[in-house]
């Protein structure tokens, strides 16, 4: 991850898939792509996160070598096309260490290590930044917030374990992964809680459901949700935000840290 020198990270999305919820199919072109990740850092993006499978609840999972196929007519090309770190959305290990190969620098596993636990052997291996997120198959009944973050912390120790240094670890508490509409908002209140267990901390809501239940809109007509999630993260402490709308989410930052940072 670029250096934290007070500023939150804004983390650019790029989805080369043709059914992810919110853009899929606009960047399956790996020209029209990479154009538009080149956009994303001219838009102020710290790092380029590149996904090639959907995480909405219905999408079709794919193999490693699916994933691959994928990102094989990307990642070369980016990583000579932007300056910024890449980051690649992957929890199958041979995935992971093909990205890391291809010109990767950061796995962002949203299932933790819970899937492919050989993944956090290759993140510790390559000595690369890794983001745990917390995820799991079904929503708890009760306790939300607490039961993160026990499972968070017992995350943490596998990851450790595995041998990822304690410098490399980021969290995401995982909006929207294994949580009702209310848990993911009393998450969100209670961000000071997860940023508190002292890994930086990153987090993703952009255009996500939580946002399109509270104002009854579309994923492509959630920009204003997202900007207040975001904000309510950069209050709470969180170091990294991982959004569509790069431009208008680094104004945002750049507004509420001025304010914060105000002597």
Not at 120 to 126: F, H, N, P, Q
Not at 169 to 186: A, C, M
Not at 204 to 232: F, M
């Amino acid at each position: 991850m670029p250096a934290l020198d007070g500023r939150t990270l804004v983390m650019g999305i790029l989805n080369v898939t043709p059914d992810s919820f919110s853009d899929g199919g606009r960047f399956v072109d790996a020209e029209r792509a990479l154009r538009h990740a080149e956009s994303m850092v001219t838009d102020g993006a710290d790092i380029i996160d590149v996904g090639a499978e959907s995480t909405r609840p219905t999408a079709q999972p794919l193999t490693a070598d699916e994933e691959m196929a994928r990102l094989e007519p990307i990642l070369p090309a980016l990583r000579s096309r932007v300056n910024v770190p890449i980051s690649v959305d992957t929890y199958h290990s041979q995935t992971a260490e093909y990205a890391l190969n291809h010109g990767a620098d950061i796995i962002n596993d949203v299932w933790g290590g819970l899937f492919d636990a050989d993944i956090l052997k290759v993140a510790a291996a390559y000595d690369c930044d890794y983001i745990y997120m917390h995820n799991r198959t079904e929503a708890v009944t009760a306790g939300a917030m607490e039961t993160l973050v026990t499972e968070t912390r017992a995350g943490i120790e596998r990851c450790l374990k595995a041998g990822i240094a304690p410098g490399h670890l980021w969290i995401d508490p995982g909006i929207g992964f294994g949580k009702t509409y209310k848990q993911n908002l009393q998450i969100l209140r209670r961000l000071g809680e997860y940023c508190s267990l002292g890994y930086p901390v990153l987090l993703g809501t952009s255009r996500k459901s939580v946002i399109g239940n509270t104002l009854q809109t579309v994923a492509t007509d959630r920009l204003e949700g997202s900007l207040a999630t975001v904000s309510a993260g950069v209050l709470k402490g969180v170091r990294a935000v991982r959004v569509h709308d790069v431009k208008e989410t680094v104004r945002t930052c750049r507004m509420i840290e001025a304010i914060e940072h105000v002597e």
